[in-house]
């Protein structure tokens, strides 16, 4: 079966990076798009970042634009999320998803792009 499980997460101050790896399993990484997504508590869901399947288009929410990238190693089933210069409102269980081959072109990502979940690991920017 489909399973997607996250690491990485933990507590960093203000300035300072993370990257998260998600792993793949189940399905054929190479034809999928994988995107990633965060909640705080109280809000909903959002769309951070998701990578195609041929690794040709990605996209990114406008609230982490030129802070975070994102990238693929299907050999080892992976899926990256490098976090860079990070801020408190980044604070949030951070989750990858599997949705269809391509990420979303021309609007944000909802959770409805998703089909399948990993578990979140929790990312907290404090100082």
């Known amino acids: 079966q489909v399973q997607l499980v996250e690491s990485g997460g933990g507590l960093v101050q203000p300035g300072g990076s993370l990257r998260l790896s998600c792993v793949a399993s189940g399905f054929t990484l190479d034809y999928s798009a994988i995107g990633w997504f965060r909640q705080a508590p109280g809000k909903e869901r959002e769309g951070v970042s998701c990578?195609?399947?041929?690794?040709?288009?990605?996209y990114y929410g406008d609230s982490v634009k030129g802070r975070f990238t994102i990238s693929r190693d299907n050999a080892k089933n992976t899926v990256y999320l490098q976090m860079n210069s990070l801020k408190p409102e980044d604070t949030a269980v951070y989750y990858c998803?599997?949705?269809?081959?391509?990420?979303?072109?021309?609007?944000?990502?909802?959770?409805?792009?998703?089909?399948?979940w990993g578990q979140g690991t929790q990312v907290t920017v404090s100082s």
């Open positions: 990578i195609s399947s041929s690794d040709v288009s990605s």
């Open positions: 998803a599997k949705g269809g081959p391509e990420c979303p072109i021309g609007h944000a990502m909802g959770a409805g792009w998703a089909d399948y």
